[in-house]
C-alpha cells in the first residue's frame, strides 16, 4: 500500500476506513494511459538533466511500455490498497523493474503536478469527442431546415403566439447556440493546453529539469507560469463543467419545445420510433424519452459545475485534498454528453413535422397584428398610434367573436370594420394580412423572410464545415 510512497516517517500504515475515505482508483483509473504517457515523458526529462543513464532510460521506457499493455489489455489492474491510480502504476512498474530502476521516476514530480497535468489531458482528448457530437446535432437541425425551406410556423414569445416565423428560422435558432459551445470549448482548449507537469508538490523541481520539454511531449503548448498555480487551480476543469452544463441547457431547450410540439394539442411533430419509447400499460404511448432525458440530464450536468465550485471555493494555496473531488464532476460532465449527445442528434434528424397544421396556426390568435401597425407606419401613421389601431382591429375580432360564437381573425374584418376603427385602414391592409405577407417583409438582416433564412442556412453550414 502507501507505505510504496511515504513509508519512512511512519510507524503503521493507514486505518481501513482512512484507506476507504482515501482510495481513488474507482473513479481516477481512467487517467492510466495519460498517467503512463506522463511517465515516459517524464524518464526523457530525467535523461536530458543528466539522472538517468541510456541504458536506465531505456529500461524505464521498455517497462512502461510493458505496463502499458497490461493497462490496456486489463491484465494490470488496481490493487485492493493502491491508493490512486498514480501510486498503483508506479506499483506496477517497480514491480516489472525492481526498485533501483522503477523508484527512480519519482525523482522531481509529485502526484499533484501530475494529476492537475493528466486531468487537462483527459478533458483535451474528449472535449474534441464532445464537439464532435455537438456538431452532428447541429447537422441535424440544419438538415431538418433545409429540408423545410418554406415552412411556416407560429412564432412564440411567453408561450403565446407572437409573429408568423420560417420552421427553418426557428430550427437555426438552435444551431447557433449549439455551434458557439463548440466554439467555447475550442477557447477553452487554448487555456488548457498549458502544463503544470514539473510543478513538483506545488514549489518547481530542483533537478534542472525542463518543463517545456514535458509540456511538448504530452501535446501541450507551453508549461505554466507558476508552479503553485500550476498545482493549485482548477479553473480549467470548472470552466469545462461550464460549457458542459451550457451544452445540457442548450439541448434541453430544444428537447422541452419537441416534448411540446408532439403533444396531441400541438400535433406539429411525430417522433420516429426508434427514438421515442412506449408504455408499459398504456397501448396507445409514444413517449418523447429522448427529449425528457436530455432535460433532466442538464440538472445533471448543472449540478456537476456547481458541486465543482463549491469544492474550489476559499480552497487555500496550494495543492489540498479537497482537489481530489475534482475529477468525479468533469467525468460524470464527459459520460453525460458522450451517452445524450448522439441519441439528442438521432431525435431530431428523424422528427416528422406536419408542416400544414404548423402553418394553418401560424397566423392565428392575431399573429399578424404587428404586420397592419407596420404597415399603418410606411403610410405615414406614427407607431404609436399604429399599435393603437392594429390593437383595436384585435378587440373588434374578440367582440365580433363573442358575439357570433366563432373565432373572428384579422383578415375576417370587413371593409367597414376596418373604416369604423380608422380613417387610415383601407382595404390595402389585406395585402399584409397573410403569412406569406408577414414572412416576406421581414427581411432585415438575420430576419425570417425566406430570402434571409435561406442566406443563413448557408451560413451555418459554413460554419460546419469550418470545424
Ligand atoms: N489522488 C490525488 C488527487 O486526485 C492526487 C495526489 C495528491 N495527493 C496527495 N496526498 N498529495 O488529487
Redo the contacts with the bound molecule.
Sequence with gaps: GESGLWGGRFASGPAAAMAALSK?THF?WRLARYDLAGSRAHARVLHRAGLLDEDTLQALLAGIDALDADVAAGAFTAAADD??V?SALERGLVERLGADVGGRLRAGR???DQ?ATLLRMYLREHARTVAGSVLDVVQALVEQAAAHPGAAMPGRTHLQHAQPVLLAHSLLAHAWPLLRDVQRLRDWDARAAVSPYGSGALAGSSLGLDPAFVAAELGFTASVENSIDGTASRDVAAEFAFVAAMIGVDLSRISEEVILWATKEFSFVVLHDSWSTGSSIMPQKKNPDVAELARGKAGRLIGDLTGLLATLKGLPLA?N?D??ED?EPVFDAVDTLEVLLPAVAGLVATLTFDTDRMAELAPQGFALATDIAEWLVRQGVPFRDAHAVAGACVRRCEERGAAEGRPVELWDLTDDDLAGISPHLTPDVRGVLSTEGSLASRDGVGGTAPVRVAEQLDAARDALAEH
Design positions: 481513488s481516477d491508493e490512486d498514480h509529485s502526484r499533484n494529476i495543492y485534498r482537489l481530489q475529477k
